[in-house]
Each structure stands twice: as structure tokens, then as C-alpha cells.
């Protein structure tokens, strides 16, 4: 039995609505963030060292990280759904994308985020001071750039386009889902528009709702 250790408002919710897309027969077993630090709670280094989630459990084997489980899921329990109807061409493309989420397009983004969570706590003012001027230079000088280029990027590609690669969904849209779900909930209506109709549509789907309803308080919905 595939079991899918769920952490509430995290990465996991993307393998949720695949699971649910899907309809595999699972099981979710559901961890809680520390209230103070919001960090996983010990017990996910039981299932894998690195304490993280998703992580899922399926026989003897151990997978964490998004896109390896994503493959593995689709691989194992599509039944030729999902990856099915995409060409060689499409294949690689969607590989491109499995990797750009996580490798290139999360980092700056959560970095951001670290950041500015310093500013806010920083105290007392003229160390706050020091703060934001070295955190906006920061800002200004790599992480800014990168982020807004990586956005541009994404839009462009999706202005014409319903999903990633191909006509229906693939493991692309599962794995970029979770990035894209962050920038529309910092920008709002500011976000892009492509990028804030491709979140409206996954987040239109009853699969997904599912994957909601079962996993939880999930401040990117």
C-alpha cells in the first residue's frame, strides 16, 4: 500500500492532487508543523533521514522529493494516464520542468522569504536598519533579478498554453503547481495573468479539491 506522509502546508499538497487526479488507492498519514518554528515535527526523520515532506512509503521503498515521487507515482500507478499521450519531444520538455521548479525557480523564492521574515523580526531599529539595507541590496543585486526573470519566463511560456507541455496534464504541472501557487498568494491580482489562470484552473479541478479537503489547512489555496 502507497502511504503519502502529508505535512500540513507544505509540498505535499501537490502529490495529493496527483494522488487524487490519479485515484490511486493510498493512504495519508498526516504531520503537523512545530507551532513555534514551524518546522516538521521529528517524527518524518523516522520515515527518512532528512526529516522533509512529501516523502512516501510504498513496500520497501522510500522516495522523497517532489519530482522523484511524482515520477515514481505516475510510472507505477498511471496506467499510461498523464505521461500517455506525450511525445519524446514533450517528454524531455516536461523533464525540463520537473528539474526548473525545484532547482531553479524555488530557491530565490524561498530565500526571499527567509529574508524577509529577518526584516520583520529584526530589532532593535538600528539594527533593523542595517538589516534592510543589506537585505534589499541582496535583493537588488541577485535574488530580485533572478526572480523576476524566472516569472517573465513561466509567463511566456504559459500565455498560450492550458497546461505545461502537451494538451492535457503532465508531471510538469504537478511539480510547477506548488511555485506558481506561492506567487499568486504574495501577488494577488498583481500576479501575472497567465501564471494566475494556469492556479485558478488547478485549482478548479475536483481532484483537487479532494486533495484539500483530506490534507488540510493549506494557505496556498
Same mark, same amino acid.
Given at each position: 500500500m502507497l502511504v503519502l506522509h502529508h505535512l500540513n502546508n507544505?509540498?505535499?499538497?501537490?502529490?495529493?492532487?496527483?494522488?487524487?487526479?490519479?485515484?490511486?488507492?493510498?493512504t495519508l498519514k498526516t504531520y503537523q508543523r512545530d507551532a513555534k518554528t514551524n518546522l516538521a515535527p521529528a517524527q518524518l526523520k523516522l520515515v527518512h533521514p532528512l526529516g522533509r515532506s512529501p516523502v512516501i512509503t510504498d513496500g520497501d521503498a522510500t522516495i522523497a522529493e517532489s519530482g522523484a515521487i511524482i515520477e515514481y507515482i505516475i510510472t507505477q500507478y498511471g496506467n499510461g494516464r498523464v505521461l500517455g499521450e506525450l511525445s519524446e519531444t514533450e517528454k524531455q520538455e516536461q523533464s525540463f520542468w520537473l528539474h526548473f521548479a525545484e532547482g531553479s525557480f524555488m530557491p530565490p523564492l524561498v530565500t526571499r522569504m527567509v529574508l524577509e521574515k529577518g526584516k520583520e523580526k529584526a530589532a532593535p531599529f538600528f539594527i533593523k536598519y542595517i538589516i534592510d539595507k543589506f537585505v534589499n541590496a541582496v535583493m537588488d543585486a541577485y535574488f530580485g533579478p533572478n526572480i523576476k526573470a524566472n516569472i517573465e519566463f513561466v509567463e511566456r511560456h504559459l500565455a498560450d +498554453?492550458?497546461?505545461?507541455v502537451g494538451e492535457s496534464l503532465s508531471a510538469a504541472d504537478f511539480q510547477m503547481s506548488f511555485p506558481l501557487e506561492a506567487i499568486v498568494a504574495k501577488q494577488g491580482k498583481q500576479a501575472?495573468?497567465?501564471?494566475?489562470?494556469?492556479?485558478?484552473?488547478?485549482?478548479? +479541478?475536483?481532484a483537487y479539491q479532494r486533495g484539500l479537503e483530506k490534507g488540510g489547512k493549506y494557505d496556498y489555496a
Open positions: 507544505s509540498r505535499s499538497q501537490r502529490i495529493l492532487w496527483l494522488l487524487e487526479e490519479l485515484q490511486v488507492d493510498y +498554453r492550458q497546461w505545461f501575472p495573468p497567465a501564471i494566475r489562470a494556469f492556479v485558478e484552473r488547478v485549482h478548479a +479541478r475536483e
